[in-house]
């Protein structure tokens, strides 16, 4: 890497160091696919790239001699396969090729390994109209969601994820003198220390965002000095494909081994993300997924394990200004993407009083109403709403949403037909909404992960609280979304839910929602609930990834 | 508490955190004993509060209602019973009693807490002779030692402990404006962050190192905001129960709950250790002491947990300048507290080809002769064998000594026996040295806790490094002492250990040993081998207490 290139990378990076500290707006990457800032041909260059893919062997990887090639993925706006093939390897070839990279990675400094980092992600800027395309293709987000979720802000959260590591490497003298008076001399120890690598990491991504949630540990990993091996989602593997791709560019012109990171794939009759992650030596996990395979993941001896997983989200009403704002923001909360999101709300306490709008109650079942024809009109829409709801990525989701009628409540809107007029095909699904009694708690108490809108009668917001904080504590939660205009109420449910170790958003109208989640700002996932060990990008994300040691010697003379 | 003594307190904190990114020599207690620092009658005034508490209740606590008063401990230099009593509680009282505390403590502000913490270090002082002679007996400490690790070391430690919490604390925003431009417009959002403590915490001590070993877990629990228990081991809870003593006093001075800071004792007939490790309210658990029981804490589900465990530590002898200096400082590293220090060396590993000597090469046989009369010299110095010796904690490890004679190899020094002028009926040993080829490596991969040196007769200095990374990477090592005038040697043994996570200290002549540890600047245990999964004071040890949760709402107007 030539000299000029390193200086203007360090000076990408101190700017994001300061802006972790800060945590006021930041981002790197623009999110606006426009032509003015990406180029004029790039949307159109992207979707053609983007096909070339399609019944092609995936051969941008520098990984040698694969055992064969293999692919699964297929478009959920089309439910057709892709036809993409990518090289397979055995689980020990891909261990091995680690190991030896781990050795020529871990002796590169921090800040040079920070630098190399950053240079994949300003290349990968190019790359952004691709990866939309692949992750439109692959997950059924939208166009928007798919260019910025796996573009920009994959990238920013990617690039949080080195800042925090370099500065967290950078935080202790690389060498000092140590001098103790001892009365009639001075003892004089020269010290040095070493953040050590842990060694081969392992990143097991998700089937909805492929590379939003997996670039943060493969990040975290590098920059600490570990050589990574990404295993994606069978069915969404061709965003973070490109992903590794750039990197491996990057490390082989930069006359390293691109081995310090791999793609590794399941073969179709074979998955080997057990295998891998059972490996003794992989050091580090990475996950983000269900919670059942979470909590394997995280049952294993001997490895750091970072998880993201699922959880039960909630929406307290309890007080509002304007509730045609507040239902149209949620109602766009549960609708985009379909409810794929894991910070989608799901769980809404409403009391069966009703809530105050201004000086006045309205009752419960206006409440209701209204958050139902919030839904019906957006979903009706036909300007916004397929822009909104994507299609559905995993066919269990539809049986999901099918199984939500036996909850024990009442169907509000139980249709989830929709037809895209842009793919006649495409697997769609619009939120519904069942009416259950808080003291149905069986109904309400796991994740319906998907499109699907449960309102919960409580007996008042005291209870709408203690419900959302149980729910949270007990299986889990990523967001949480409160309406309240009394002070105290606000108060009591910022003490109740940091207990529940749940972020929450207040009195959201407008263009912002509860799922929209910032780098450099906003901690994804806390680790205090039972979603997740782990979150984006808080110190312990990265600082777990080596080891302090020290060495020291004398002063001779 | 005083707004000037804020300030003041404010002043030690700012200083130590600068001190802990230094890492150069820093103290805040003086080490030394003396008249001019502690005053005139500090020495003989500690020992009479020492004598008073024998046969009696130690009723200094502010834990009201005990059950019963029980105490089992023993001088090891009298073999009598102390005869203090100290308050029993049933496991559920003391874990109500925390958690009722725990809503009190976590609303108190970080930094408000570092000041009370810092103020009872502050009034530690001047119970330092009290505690250097409860804890020489019931540690078996000689004086000096039980002075500077039980008083100023660990009250420095502490110190550190409280700095980091304070900093990782304070090092985002309690609040900050976020301020997106969205073309037209700018979306605001007020955001507000807290660091939530986790819960309950217990602070597991060992019989060897009271409040040294203890105190770190302790002050970065309190101050995180959780309340903690301190269980300490059986035969050594005196020392850390005045430490408790003080700090429940300024709390309540404060008007804080003293239970914020509980002491935990087992009853004679009844450990108490299991059922409070096992209470689902306890939530963080510091240990320290033997490896069996550690993993056994380590496997507990749903608790954060840091452990000091036990380690096999080696001596690398390579090539040296001056033979003699060297062994005088290794046969002081073996005899030092006889062996009783975790950071104690264990395995000598010498080529049986010899060690270079400035250009001459020693013999193998002659370098172990000079490290046995080494030993033998120092235990037969009359005016310092005591005060390096002390006595030996627990029977047991008597028992071990003698057993030691049972490894494949051929006795150096077998005869442990040693008398103490100042006090005939000492449990006493000195070091034992047994020769052992490299090949019985079953005789060398286990601790041996006590005064047992091991010379392993290795084919060469990498066969030598080789071992003792192995040794360090399946059964933990605290510390590493390298002998070697090479660089390349020199450079290939930082590059091995630093992959056993095993710090290393190179040829150490002189007033400095490989058992020392210096707060503020060494990094005590790694957490990156079975010896231990935590670090005095890394990051990872206090962020790990405690989850960043954030809030946000829109800005109105």
């Given at each position: ?42 949307d ?32 959920p ?107 009639k ?33 493969m ?17 969404a ?9 750039e990197v ?12 310090i ?39 294993l ?62 009752p ?10 919030a ?41 989830c ?45 005291n209870?709408?609280?203690e ?63 039972p ?11 990265v600082i ?14």
């Amino acid at each position: 890497m030539s000299l000029n290139l390193t200086q203007k990378h360090q000076n990408i990076i101190d700017t994001a160091v300061k802006a972790l500290h800060e945590r006021t707006f930041f981002s790197h990457y623009p999110e606006n696919p426009t032509p003015e800032i990406y180029g004029e041909t790039a949307d159109k260059d992207g979707r053609e790239k983007y096909k070339n893919y399609l019944n092609n062997n995936f051969n941008e990887l520098l990984q040698e001699n694969p055992v064969k090639w293999v692919g699964q993925e297929e478009s959920p706006y089309e439910q057709q396969p892709l036809g993409i093939k990518y090289p397979y390897f055995e689980v020990d070839t891909l261990v091995s090729r680690a190991e030896e990279a781990y050795h020529q990675w871990r002796k590169v400094k921090p800040s040079y390994r920070a630098a190399i980092l950053v240079e994949s992600l300003e290349r990968l800027r190019n790359r952004f109209f691709d990866i939309a395309y692949a992750t439109m293709h692959t997950t059924g987000q939208a166009y928007m969601m798919s260019f910025q979720a796996s573009g920009p802000h994959a990238a920013d959260r990617a690039l949080e994820a080195i800042a925090s590591g370099y500065e967290e490497q950078t935080r202790f003298p690389e060498a000092t003198e140590w001098e103790k008076p001892m009365g009639k001399y001075n003892l004089k120890l020269s010290k040095t220390w070493k953040a050590v690598p842990k060694g081969v990491a392992l990143v097991i991504g998700c089937s909805t965002f492929p590379t939003w949630n997996t670039v943060p540990g493969m990040y975290a990993s590098l920059v600490t000095g570990n050589p990574v091996i990404i295993k994606p989602h069978p069915k969404a593997v061709l965003p973070i494909a490109i992903v590794v791709a750039e990197v491996q560019k990057v490390l082989a012109e930069n006359g390293l081994n691109p081995n310090i990171c791999q793609l590794a794939v399941d073969a179709e009759d074979h998955l080997i993300t057990k295998e891998l992650a059972e490996h003794p030596s992989i050091k580090l996990i990475d996950y983000t997924g269900g919670t059942e395979f979470g909590n394997y993941v995280e049952s294993l001896k001997g490895k750091t394990v970072f998880t993201e997983k699922t959880g039960v989200n909630s929406i307290i009403i309890d007080s509002v200004d304007d509730l045609d704002k507040v239902v149209q923001n949620l109602a766009f909360s549960v609708s985009l993407y379909s409810g794929q999101m894991c910070t989608a709300p799901q769980n809404f306490f409403i009391p069966e009083g009703g809530i105050k709008v201004g000086g006045e109650t309205v009752p419960y079942q206006e409440v209701v109403q209204k958050l139902a024809d919030a839904v019906s009109g957006l979903v009706n829409n036909p300007k916004a709403a397929p822009h909104i709801l994507g299609a559905i990525q995993n066919p269990a989701t539809l049986e999901r949403v099918k199984e939500a009628s036996s909850v024990k409540g009442k169907p509000v809107l139980t249709t989830c037909d929709f037809t895209n007029p842009m793919f006649a095909n495409a697997r769609t699904c619009t939120p519904v909404i069942y009416e259950v009694d808080a003291t149905e708690k069986e109904s309400y108490s796991r994740e319906l992960f998907g499109p699907v809108m449960l309102i919960i009668k409580t007996k008042d917001t005291n209870q709408s609280v203690e419900l959302a904080k149980e729910m949270a504590m007990n299986y889990g939660a990523i967001s949480c979304g409160a309406y309240t205009t009394d002070p105290v109420v606000k108060e009591h449910i910022m003490d109740e839910m940091s207990l529940a170790g749940t972020p929450v958003s207040f009195n959201l109208t407008g263009g912002i929602y509860v799922n929209q989640n910032a780098s450099f700002s906003d901690f994804h996932v806390t680790g205090g609930n039972p979603a997740g060990n782990a979150s984006f990008t808080n110190p312990e994300f990265v600082i777990k990834r080596f080891t302090w040691v020290g060495f020291r010697e004398p002063v001779v003379g």
